[in-house]
């Protein structure tokens, strides 16, 4: 499985961006999609999770201002960022999940970066 994040940039404190994460190759048995985030000198934080069967669960940080969803059709999934925050600057990282021994697989990260 390969993923391949975009929609990163730098935008003001209170603006909104939405990143994309495409997933290719044997995406048949993925149970999860989710997105992390590693900030400078941080460890790197789950942000959000989407299931296969659609639940969806976020960090307390983020909840209300981002929204995890799928289209299925493309095997994409998207984290829209809402009431952007400086402290939500970090590279973003795209996860997936296979049901079969819960082997997870990464994007490439793209940078996200919120100026005060």
């Known amino acids: 499985v390969q993923l391949v994040e975009s929609g990163g940039g730098l935008v003001q404190a209170g603006g909104s961006l939405r990143l994309s994460c495409a997933a290719s190759?044997?995406?048949?048995?993925?149970?999860?999609r989710s997105w992390y985030r590693q900030a400078p000198g941080k460890q790197r934080d789950l942000v959000a999770t989407?299931?296969?069967?659609?639940?969806?669960n976020y960090a307390t940080s983020v909840k209300g201002r981002f929204t995890i969803s799928r289209d299925n059709a493309k095997n994409t999934v998207y984290l829209q960022m809402s009431s952007l925050k400086p402290e939500d600057t970090a590279v973003y990282y795209c996860?997936?999940?296979?049901?079969?021994?819960?082997?997870?697989?990464w994007g490439q990260g793209t940078q996200v970066t919120v100026s005060s």
């Open positions: 989407i299931t296969s069967g659609g639940s969806t």
């Open positions: 996860s997936a999940v296979a049901a079969i021994a819960d082997r997870s697989y």
């Open positions: 190759g044997d995406t048949f048995g993925i149970k999860s």
